[in-house]
């Protein structure tokens, strides 16, 4: 039931998506004015492997460019949204387009969400976002695009983004519930330099080690393929399957034989909730990637090195 957020963060959501399957990074906070102390969000682009261990922020204002002030102890959490699939963006293919052809990535906009410090000078400001995430070509990275913010006089307060939690019952938001858990990434290297052709199914098995070994049963990982189907027209359909040796085999299927190479794209995440919480103790390996048209022919594919495999 952990679903409704502060109305203010909700009406951003309203706000930003419109942009977020074309990746655009905002170009002022919501809202655009805030006092010091208050909560302010941000859209910064369809980054890939943005987190807060990553990324850091500062206030810079206009009348003292020499003096930034940190706000990286103040941000909340740093998450994606996804638009509504049965929504226009989804229907309208140039704008998808945008974001997955130059990431190799499902299209997304990430969200950093901050609460300012007190004693920011009132005026007119940038935040400067720095990140080691990639993004897309079709815009500018995000260390490169300050987001407009002004101050405003007096004193603010964070909000603690309420939300009913049954009947009659209240709790407060808490946004690293949105942020990625520890995962393994799985992705081919994108832009290939090869012209793939388009495949009926993908194939991939891989070792996947972790700290509950052979024991570890079906539910203690979640696969989770990116859907990049809208731009591809796969009709994408994936299926896994997890053995008592750790070996997971990940089967992609594409009725319509429009399965792109890109879409072997991928997190491993382990389980992690109240009753067991199981990590990555190393690295997963691919053993093997096989390729298949439409009619169950094997066929030429990125090779198992054309893959990269992060922690994040």
């Known amino acids: 039931m952990k679903t409704k957020h502060s109305a203010t963060i909700f009406s951003f959501v309203a706000c930003i998506l419109a942009m977020a399957i074309s990746g655009c990074i905002s170009l002022k906070t919501f809202p655009q004015a805030a006092r010091a102390g208050d909560t302010v969000a ?12 990553n990324t850091t922020a500062v206030f810079v ?3 003292a460019t020499n003096s930034p002030i940190n706000l990286t102890p103040g ?13 226009a963006i989804y229907t309208s293919t140039n704008i998808v387009h ?40 079709i815009g500018s990275h995000i260390n490169n695009r300050p987001i407009s913010l002004e101050i405003l006089p007096g004193t603010g307060v964070a909000s603690d983004l309420p939300y009913e939690f049954g009947v009659g019952t209240s709790m407060s938001g808490d946004l690293t519930q949105l942020e990625a858990l520890p995962h393994a990434q799985v992705m081919p290297v994108f832009p290939s330099g090869t012209t793939w052709p388009t495949y009926g199914a993908i194939e991939m098995k891989m070792y996947v080690p972790t700290s509950a070994g052979t024991a570890l049963g079906p539910a203690g990982l979640r696969v989770v393929v990116d859907d990049m189907s809208a731009v ?22 594409s ?14 995440v382990p389980r992690n909730d109240g009753d067991q919480v199981i990590s990555l103790i190393g690295t997963p390996t691919i053993l093997s990637v096989r390729y298949f048209d439409i009619n169950g022919n ?4 990125p090779a198992a090195s054309d893959f990269v495999v992060q922690l994040r």
């Open 298 to 301: 094997e066929v030429a594919g």
């Open 42 to 53: 941000l859209a910064v682009g369809s980054a890939d492997g943005m987190a807060r261990v």
């Open 61 to 63: 204002p206009d009348s």
């Open 98 to 137: 945008y974001v997955t052809d130059t990431s190799g990535h499902e299209p997304w906009v990430t969200v950093m969400v901050v609460d300012l410090p007190q004693g920011l000078p009132a005026g007119p400001g940038k935040v400067h976002v720095t990140t080691t995430a990639t993004f897309p070509t």
């Open 255 to 268: 009725p319509t034989g429009r399965l792109r190479y890109y879409e072997s794209r991928f997190s491993i």
């Open 232 to 253: 591809t027209l796969s009709s994408l359909i994936s299926t896994s399957r997890l053995d008592s040796n750790q070996n997971l085999t990940l089967m992609l299927l």
């Open 75 to 87: 941000i909340r959490g740093v998450f994606r949204l996804y638009a509504d699939k049965a929504s």
